[in-house]
């Protein structure tokens, strides 16, 4: 990747750790960079595009670290799959705490037009994941639903363990059980 594409991208992310949005400015990105505009705009059309940009990179990572993981299993299941969701977003939420924390209601910073283009992004890549186990949901829920709880709920159960002051291996191993749990109970998916 390019160094300048890489340096907006960082004064981007150090900028969105401390303040909102809609309030950061071409012109701050490219001060905080060292960067001119007309570098900035040979690579971005505008803030929005490189807020895409950047969810990509997150989507992707998380994307190669759930192939990782469920390439290490030995068993392909419905199971396995949610484990390795799992894994992924605790995997993220602790990589990417500080630029996604403001995204969040409790944090006071919170950016609702970030969190819903965030959201969605996430929403589209486990409703793909689940795909392949769309037989496997137990009705009446649908694909859609039973994605947003996968990422909503275990996301939200992370990030509230993660607040409290858990130690992240003990926000490791309640996720965990939690999954096990729901997904014993067929409530969500059948013959796990």
């Known amino acids: 990747m390019e160094p300048a594409r890489i340096r ?25 960079a060292k960067l001119s505009r007309v570098t ?32 290490d299993s030995s068993v392909s299941s419905v199971k396995t799959d949610c ?21 969040f209601i409790d944090s006071g910073r919170e950016d609702q037009f970030l969190y819903s283009r965030f959201n ?16 496997q949901i137990a009705s009446p829920l649908t694909l859609t639903e039973t994605a947003s709880f996968l990422a909503g ?7 509230e363990d993660l607040k409290s002051g858990l130690p992240s291996s003990t926000v490791h191993e309640h996720a965990s059980a939690m999954l096990d749990h729901v997904l014993s109970t067929g409530l969500f998916i059948s013959d796990c």
């Open 8 to 32: 907006i991208k960082q004064a981007f992310r150090g900028l969105l750790s401390k303040e909102a949005f809609s309030k950061i400015s071409v012109a701050e990105i490219c001060r905080e």
């Open 40 to 71: 900035f705009y040979l690579w971005y059309d505008g803030k929005d595009t490189l807020l895409n940009d950047c969810f990509q990179d997150i989507v992707n990572e998380g994307m190669h670290y759930f192939s990782q993981f469920r390439n």
């Open 83 to 103: 484990h390795a969701l799992l894994e992924t977003i605790f995997y993220l939420a602790s990589e990417y705490h500080e630029f996604a924390s403001h995204l």
């Open 120 to 135: 969605t992004i996430v929403m589209q890549k486990v409703t793909e994941l689940m795909k392949e186990h769309s037989g």
């Open 153 to 159: 709920g275990l996301g939200s159960m992370i990030r």
